[in-house]
C-alpha cells in the first residue's frame, strides 16, 4: 500500500467518524451544556435541507420594516384564484421566504389553480412572538387588500406555515386579536393548515421538549406562565377560530402529542379540525416533511389537495 493510498484511507476513516458524531449529537439525549452546540448543527443541517423557492414570484412590502415583505406567484387562472399564504419557520429566529417554503410546494400548488404567497416576518430577538403573529395578520390584510389587481379571491384564502410558522399561523387561526389589529375577522381566513409544529402548547412543549430547543423556546416565550399561555393556540382554541384546520406531521413524540392536544381542543370548541401523521422522525423528518409537501408521491401532498379541494371548492 503506497502512502497515498494510505492518506485516503485515513481521511475517509475520518470524515466516517465525523458523520458518526454529527448523527450522534443530533439524535441522541444531551445535557443543558450541549444546548447551543446542538442548535448550531440544527441549523447548519436545516439550511441543508432547505430548497429554494419557484421562480416566478414577485416582491411586495406589506408594511414599512425591511422584514415585511412577501413573495407573491400569480395563479395562471382567467377568474380570481384562491389563496395559499405560506409562514416559513426557523424558530422564531431564523428562516426566509427564500428558502423555506420548497419549490415542490409552490409549483404543486401553482398547477392545481391557486395562487400563492410566501411571507417574510420580523425575527426574535429583535421582535417578539406577538409582533410576529401581528406580521403574519397584516400581510393577510394586505394581500386582501391588493387581491383585485393580483388575481386573488379574497373570500378564499388558507394561512400555512411549517415549525415556528405552523405555531405561528395557528395562532392567529385561534386568537383573534391579531387579524382584528389588522381589520379583519377570523371569518377573512377559510381555514389553517400547520405542518410538523410544536409549541402549540408553550407550557408543556418548554418542560418537556428536552435541552436541543429549549433555549429557544425560553427566548421566544419567556419565562412567564400567563404569557406562554396567552400564546398557546390550544389555550386559545375556544371559539371563535378559523372556519377549518388541518395538522400534518410526522412521527416525533412531542409534535404528535401538540397536534394531539391542539386536535383535541379545537374539536372540543366544535372547529372542524383534521389531524394526519406520516412518516419520519427526528430533524430529518421535520424538514422532510415541509421540503416533500407537494410532490405527488408524498403521501401528505395527496392529504392537503383533497382539503384544500373542500375548503376551496372542486374550482379554482
Not at 404543486?108 to 429583535?126: C, E, N, Q
Not at 419565562?223 to 382554541?237: G, M, T
Request: with cysteine.
Amino acid at each position: 500500500m503506497n502512502k497515498r493510498t494510505e492518506e485516503a484511507m485515513r481521511r475517509q476513516a475520518l470524515k466516517t467518524l465525523s458523520a458518526i458524531a454529527l448523527v450522534t449529537l443530533l439524535v441522541s439525549p444531551a445535557p443543558a451544556q450541549n444546548g447551543s452546540l446542538r442548535e448550531r448543527l440544527r441549523e447548519r443541517f436545516a439550511s441543508r435541507m432547505a430548497e429554494p423557492a419557484a421562480p416566478g414570484a414577485t416582491e411586495h412590502a406589506y408594511g414599512p420594516r425591511p422584514l415585511q415583505k412577501l413573495d407573491l406567484w400569480r395563479a395562471q387562472a382567467s377568474r380570481p384564484a384562491p389563496l395559499v399564504i405560506f409562514v416559513h419557520g426557523g424558530g422564531w429566529k431564523r428562516g426566509d421566504k427564500n428558502n423555506a417554503t420548497g419549490a415542490a410546494k409552490v409549483t404543486h400548488l401553482l398547477s392545481r389553480g391557486y395562487a400563492v404567497a410566501s411571507i417574510d416576518y420580523d425575527l426574535v430577538p429583535g421582535a417578539t412572538v406577538e409582533q410576529q403573529a401581528a406580521d403574519v395578520a397584516l400581510a393577510v390584510a394586505w394581500l386582501r387588500n391588493h387581491a383585485a389587481e393580483n388575481g386573488i379571491d379574497p373570500k378564499r384564502i388558507v394561512l400555512m406555515g411549517h415549525s415556528a410558522g405552523a405555531h405561528l399561523v395557528a395562532l392567529v387561526g385561534t386568537e383573534p386579536t391579531y387579524l382584528a389589529a389588522a381589520g379583519l375577522g377570523l371569518a377573512a381566513l377559510s381555514g389553517v393548515v400547520a405542518i410538523d409544529g410544536a409549541c402549540y402548547d408553550v407550557p408543556a412543549q418548554i418542560a418537556t421538549g428536552g435541552n436541543f430547543m429549549h433555549d429557544t423556546y425560553v427566548q421566544a416565550f419567556g419565562s412567564d406562565p400567563a404569557r406562554q399561555r396567552r400564546l398557546s393556540p390550544v389555550f386559545q382554541a375556544a371559539a371563535p377560530n378559523a372556519p377549518a384546520f388541518l395538522l400534518l406531521h410526522v412521527a416525533r413524540p412531542d409534535g404528535v402529542a401538540q397536534a394531539k392536544e391542539l386536535a383535541d381542543a379545537l374539536t372540543s370548541a366544535g372547529t372542524p379540525v383534521e389531524r394526519q401523521g406520516f412518516a419520519g422522525t427526528g430533524l430529518r423528518g421535520h424538514m422532510e416533511i415541509n421540503r416533500s409537501l407537494g410532490d405527488p408521491a408524498y403521501p401528505a401532498t395527496g392529504v392537503l389537495d383533497a382539503w384544500l379541494t373542500r375548503i376551496f371548492g372542486s374550482k379554482p
